[in-house]
């Protein structure tokens, strides 16, 4: 079984333009959000785990360590402490606390399709990523 390592490029989206307003991103930027298809690099170095997630537009990685808060700086220019908890092998939760508190849960559907799910206030957002082989 294969696990959230590996590149992984974005196949289809659903609310997330809804998504990026709730969490207090300005019109121009979600316009830009909602029209990239990031691709998304998951490294792991024992117990500690990386995301880059690049578009034509910007990069932005981070690493972390299951349960360990750290600060983030999100694409869209905010500045949360973020902690990630590994809930099964195949499925992370990441909640993100600042001015627009957010969760993102990473979930595996199959060896090759990563779902993640975005929620902030009474939004959700889907997007879902085919690995890249």
């Given at each position: 079984?294969?696990?959230?390592?590996?590149?992984?490029?974005?196949?289809?989206?659903?609310?997330?333009?809804?998504?990026?307003?709730?969490?207090?991103?300005?019109?121009?930027?979600?316009?830009?959000?909602?029209?990239?298809?990031?691709?998304?690099?998951?490294?792991?170095?024992?117990?500690?785990?990386?995301?880059?997630?690049?578009?034509?537009?910007?990069?932005?990685?981070?690493?972390?360590?299951?349960?360990?808060?750290?600060?983030?700086?999100?694409?869209?220019?905010?500045?949360?402490?973020?902690?990630?908890?590994?809930?099964?092998?195949?499925?992370?939760?990441?909640?993100?606390?600042?001015?627009?508190?957010?969760?993102?849960?990473?979930?595996?559907?199959?060896d090759?399709?990563?779902?993640?799910?975005?929620?902030?206030?009474?939004?959700v957002?889907?997007?879902?990523?085919?690995?890249d082989?």
């Amino acid at each position: 079984m294969a696990g959230f390592a590996g590149k992984w490029k974005m196949e289809s989206q659903d609310n997330f333009e809804e998504y990026m307003k709730a969490i207090g991103v300005g019109l121009m930027m979600r316009k830009l959000g909602g029209s990239a298809k990031p691709v998304l690099t998951i490294s792991n170095n024992g117990d500690k785990f990386g995301i880059k997630s690049e578009t034509s537009v910007k990069t932005t990685e981070f690493d972390f360590k299951f349960g360990e808060e750290f600060t983030e700086h999100t694409a869209d220019g905010r500045k949360v402490q973020s902690t990630i908890l590994e809930e099964t092998p195949r499925k992370w939760v990441h909640e993100q606390k600042g001015e627009y508190p957010s969760t993102i849960i990473r979930e595996l559907q199959d060896d090759n399709t990563l779902l993640i799910t975005l929620k902030a206030k009474d939004v959700v957002a889907k997007r879902v990523y085919k690995r890249d082989s």
